[in-house]
């Protein structure tokens, strides 16, 4: 167990619609990267937080968005679903030092959304 | 282009064998090397992190070396057990100012068997 927690863990929904995805982070951790992976695809870094504030972006479509909040959990909000959006969601979470270069990032369980 | 090629990308090994898995590398400025442990459908855990003076770290029975001249990575596993049976993801940092951008590799999908 990792210590960062994830909701749901399972996600089915229909093209077109909105979900929103939760994560906890591990306590004391104040960083939280989202990831995608696809069917048999590596992982897709997709956004960082740090202490609320957005520091770095990845491969995020325009249709996703994420937020972290003053209590350090975060959001992933996906909307417009297409099929090829079906995939595992990973949250991660970091302490993150002066740079946060060399963090060990703790992985969620995941959330598998499917879009049919 | 940054990239992370990993070999061979999958392998199958009998247990209490040791094998070597393989990291290329093309991103700039480096920043550090990971290797991730990802059990199937669970996320990744860390094994090891390397900056750039480093050549050589340990976890247990796995150990990472680097070589930052040549961008290149392996992590070799010893004595393999059964519950090594998983994917092995190569991360690479770059660094980006104050945050790190990450390229992942695609992974070498590990099977030991009896």
């Known amino acids: 167990d990792s210590g960062v927690t994830q909701t749901p863990k399972h996600l089915i929904t229909a093209t077109g619609q909105r979900v929103t995805l939760r994560c906890s982070p591990r306590s004391g951790d104040l960083s939280v990267y989202w990831y995608q992976q696809s069917l048999d695809q590596g992982l897709q870094f997709l956004i960082q937080?740090?202490?609320?504030?957005?520091?770095a972006k990845g491969n995020i479509l325009e249709r996703f968005s994420a937020q972290q909040f003053p209590d350090l959990h975060s959001e992933l909000n996906l909307s417009s679903l297409e099929l090829g959006d079906s995939a595992l969601y990973f949250c991660a979470s970091s302490v993150t030092r002066t740079s946060g270069r060399t963090d060990t990032q703790y992985f969620g369980p995941g959330t598998r959304l499917t879009v049919l | 282009k940054n990239q992370v090629e990993q070999s061979p990308q999958s392998l199958i090994i009998l247990e209490g064998k040791n094998c070597t898995l393989q990291c290329n590398y093309t991103v700039s400025p480096f920043s550090n090397l990971r290797w991730y442990k990802q059990d199937t459908g669970r996320g990744p855990v860390s094994l090891t992190i390397?900056?750039?003076?480093?050549n050589t770290k340990s976890n247990g029975r796995y150990t990472a070396t680097l070589d930052a001249d040549t961008k290149q990575s392996s992590l070799h596993i010893t004595a393999s057990q059964l519950s090594d049976s998983a994917s092995y993801i190569c991360v690479v940092s770059r660094a980006a100012g104050t945050a790190s951008k990450l390229t992942f590799g695609t992974g070498t999908r590990l099977q030991v068997t009896l």
């Open positions: 390397m900056t750039f003076s480093e």
């Open positions: 937080y740090y202490n609320g504030e957005e520091r």
